[in-house]
């Protein structure tokens, strides 16, 4: 089920960033943010309904808790990405500022011979 | 933003979320909770106030002082780091301290929590300081 | 105690540039005092390698293949102590290169975070923390790129960002797939069960990712696009230090991946490398050819000396992979050389197209000197140290019968040669134009703090071609470590 969610995620992802518009560029970005999150936790192998804790008495055995590591991951990816995805949010509100448009074909300047 | 219903309940949301964000900071280390989501939730408590009143009050000041936490709150971290470097020569080492309270039981302080209430510190005046400078930006008036 | 002090000064730094506040003159000092201080540390990491081996840290007492471990073994001191010699001389050009108004939103500020996120990306021992370390670094050029939001840098920047994030996702994606096919993320641990392991093709599926990320990054062929259209618009010494540490971080992170995993010569591997090392260098400099503005053909020489890097790794030999390594620190003194005579260029005459400009080397013979050497480096002319570089590169693919891809390197290095004349014709030996930009009209002197670390990078690479054999050998002693991963290996898991 995951998976394919990750697989949606993707492809929405790719889909929305060969759009023309830079919002949609944002929200791309987004997506393929989540989807590398998911993936990690995919890859990495859930455990469903456990905490990635040992219990206090101590008496548990392995395989009874989650692995805590791809938990760390994501934490950490989800918060570079939430960083990524507000400086994309400021640098598109400065760049409509500037421009009044939102039209990627216009951002062609930078790249005349 | 002109909301009566949250005019009135700011003055019980507040503490209750400074407490519960406390607590989280608190409980941190071997449970649930930690520096990040206790900052959180105690900055969204700070913007409370003036996002339900007008923000005639927020200035320079405010501002001023969310960027005293924020680097009281980097300077926090950057010694905990520290302390385990010059202790024992490994970076971010955790040392523990116990204290004991009236003999009956034993409390452990320890650069962890110094390095969470650090980023408890960072997060609260870096929401608070993002808030402000957004409202100035728009004039929410 | 040492191993942390690429990442701790910087982290100083930049809490101390908040206290501040915005007052330009103590954002200054502080900034460039910071960065002289990173490059004495850099200097005393590096002895200190050379002295004992292999600099182990085990951040939070964990032991290796559990916590985050940061290694500095001879490779990571060599890069550490170049990027920060450059970084420091840059930042002494920016004191004046960089307008107040930049300075004001904290151009240090961002310098230092940049400074750490390399340093960390040098010294990380596991992947994701190397992950982390690149988003620390990529997430501050995308402040610098934008830095005074000026029409052109946020175009640039779009782009820019666009493309690294790409390169981000798929790194991580990599690193995801492979923690869950090993169950570690040390980089050691990691070499150790990628090479007991039988999958090989489930790594490789992961190294493509690997491979497609850092390639972002160091902009090898398919994925170059975004260097050429955003390198040129943010002021030159931004462009600068870009160009001299961005790309070779990718670079880098290429080097120590493959050789911890790879172990011996693959193939398909080999193949795809010296490809696209081939492809890079000649579509870099052929674009490079076509174009006039001064910032715009360096950017596209970036690339073409890229791919000079990637052959290198792709000819696998230990003399082959010292000449690589060679090449990139001498690539990272020359090409930040070459951009900031760009930038005194273009604050004598306000220009950066070589069609309005002019006659310089009648007005200022030491400038015409300043870009001489590291352009003269660049095309590879002996006794500087490009020369060295291509010549060791092209004796390790002679000695290894890559005979084809060799003789492209050859001929790309003709067509640099080409290039950097036609900046030299049509800056200094051609007559000013006369309609545009007299210099009448720009009489501003150029300030000393400028001129000094223009100077000092040419010469620099001068005396870097001079005794590039004492250089050499220190690098066939680091690229010995890097064809034995069994040393690396066996530093960073022994018990503390």
Redesign the interface.
Same mark, same amino acid.
């Given at each position: 089920m995951l998976s394919i969610i990750t697989g949606v995620l993707y492809t929405a992802g790719v889909y929305l #960033?060969l759009r023309r518009s #830079?919002v949609k560029?944002i929200l791309g970005?987004i997506f393929? !943010?989540n989807a590398?999150n998911l *993936?990690?936790?995919?890859?990495?192998?859930m455990t469903e309904g456990k905490p990635a804790f040992v219990a206090k008495e101590g008496a548990e055995q392995t395989g009874q808790m989650a692995d805590p590591?791809?938990q760390a /991951?994501v934490l950490? $990816?989800i918060v570079?990405g939430f960083?990524?995805v507000a400086?994309?949010l400021a640098?598109n509100y400065? %760049?409509h500022k500037?421009?009044g448009t939102y039209d990627?074909d216009q +951002? &062609?300047?930078?790249?005349k011979? | 933003m002109n909301s009566t219903i949250l005019k009135m309940a700011v003055g019980v949301l507040k503490p209750l979320f400074l407490l519960v964000s406390l607590w989280l900071l608190l409980r941190g280390h071997n449970e649930p909770g930690g520096g990040f989501i206790g900052g959180l939730i105690a900055g969204s408590a700070l913007i409370l106030r003036p996002l339900a009143y007008d923000l005639e009050r927020l200035s320079e000041k405010n501002k001023r002082q969310s960027?005293i936490v /924020?680097?009281a709150g980097?300077?926090l971290i950057?010694s905990s $780091?520290?302390l385990?470097?010059v202790s024992?020569?490994? *970076?971010? &080492?955790?040392l523990w301290l116990k204290v004991n309270l009236m003999g009956t039981q034993t409390l452990k302080v320890g650069t962890p929590l110094l390095f969470d209430m650090g980023i408890y510190l960072t997060v609260i005046g870096f929401i608070y300081f993002v808030f402000i400078s957004m409202m100035e930006e728009w004039q929410w008036k | 105690?040492i191993?942390?002090l690429p990442i /701790?000064i910087p #982290?100083?730094v930049?809490?101390l540039l908040?206290?501040v506040g915005r007052k330009v003159y103590w954002l200054k000092l502080i900034g460039i005092s910071g960065a002289f201080l990173l490059f004495l540390a850099s200097l005393l990491i590096f002895y200190t390698v050379r002295q004992e081996g292999i600099l182990v !840290?085990? $951040?939070?007492?964990w032991p290796a293949p559990y916590g985050i471990t940061?290694v500095i073994d001879l490779l990571s001191a060599l890069m550490l102590l170049i990027s920060s010699f450059t970084a420091f001389l840059v930042g002494v050009y920016a004191l004046k290169g960089i307008d107040e108004k930049r300075h004001r939103f904290r151009f240090f500020l961002f310098f230092h975070t940049l400074m750490m996120g390399v340093g960390g990306a040098f010294i990380a021992g596991d992947i994701?923390n190397m992950y +982390?370390w690149f988003?620390v670094m990529v997430?501050s050029s995308?402040?610098l790129i934008?830095l005074g939001?000026e029409?052109?840098q *946020?175009?640039?920047?779009?782009?820019y960002?666009?493309m690294n994030?790409?390169g981000s996702?798929l790194f991580? $994606?990599g690193?995801? *797939?492979i923690?869950? &096919?090993t169950g570690t993320?040390n980089l050691a641990d990691l070499s150790m069960t990628v090479r007991e392991s039988d999958q090989t093709f489930l790594m490789n599926s992961s190294f493509i990712l690997f491979f497609m990320g850092f390639g972002i990054k160091a902009a090898i062929f398919p994925f170059f696009f975004w260097l050429?259209? !955003?390198y040129?618009?943010p002021p030159v010494t931004i462009t600068a230090l870009f160009a001299a540490l961005l790309t070779k971080v990718g670079v880098y992170g290429m080097i120590r991946f493959f050789t911890l995993y790879i172990t011996d010569i693959n193939p398909f591997w080999q193949n795809l490398l010296l490809v696209l090392a081939a492809l890079t260098m000649v579509i870099g400099v052929l674009t490079a050819a076509?174009? %006039?503005d001064i910032r715009r053909i360096l950017s596209f020489h970036i690339i073409s000396q890229i791919g000079y890097m990637i052959m290198g790794l792709g000819f696998y030999s230990a003399f082959a992979l010292a000449a690589a390594l060679f090449f990139m620190m001498h690539n990272i003194l020359a090409k930040t050389g070459a951009f900031l005579v760009g930038g005194l260029i273009q604050e004598k005459t306000g220009s950066f197209q070589l069609k309005s400009i002019g006659g310089l080397f009648k007005e200022h013979p030491w400038l015409g000197l300043f870009f001489f050497l590291p352009a003269m480096a660049l095309a590879g002319v002996p006794p500087l140290s490009g020369f060295f570089g291509k010549f060791f590169l092209i004796k390790g693919g002679f000695e290894g019968q890559h005979f084809l891809t060799t003789a492209i390197a050859i001929w790309v290095s003709i067509v640099t040669m080409f290039s950097m004349i036609k900046i030299w014709n049509e800056a200094y030996w051609k007559p000013a134009p006369k309609d545009l930009h007299q210099p009448a009209s720009h009489p501003l002197r150029l300030k000393r703090t400028m001129i000094v670390p223009v100077a000092v990078l040419g010469f620099s690479t001068l005396l870097f071609g001079l005794s590039a054999g004492w250089f050499m050998e220190v690098l066939q002693e680091a690229a010995q470590v890097l064809k034995q991963p069994e040393l690396y290996i066996e530093a960073v898991l022994k018990p503390v």
């Open positions: #960033l #830079l560029l970005i393929l !943010s590398t *993936l990690i936790f995919i890859s990495a192998g590591l791809p /991951l950490t $990816a570079i960083g990524i400086f994309t640098l400065k %760049y500037q421009t990627l +951002v &062609k300047e930078t790249d011979v | 960027r /924020l680097r980097m300077i950057f $780091a520290l385990g470097l024992h020569n490994t *970076l971010l &080492k955790g | 105690m191993t942390a /701790l #982290l100083m930049v809490i908040l206290m !840290s085990q $951040a939070g007492g940061l994701f +982390v988003e997430m995308f402040v934008t939001s029409k052109q *946020l175009e640039g920047g779009i782009k960002v666009t994030l790409m996702f991580l $994606a690193i995801g *797939l923690y869950g &096919k993320l050429p259209s !955003s040129h618009t076509s174009q %006039y």
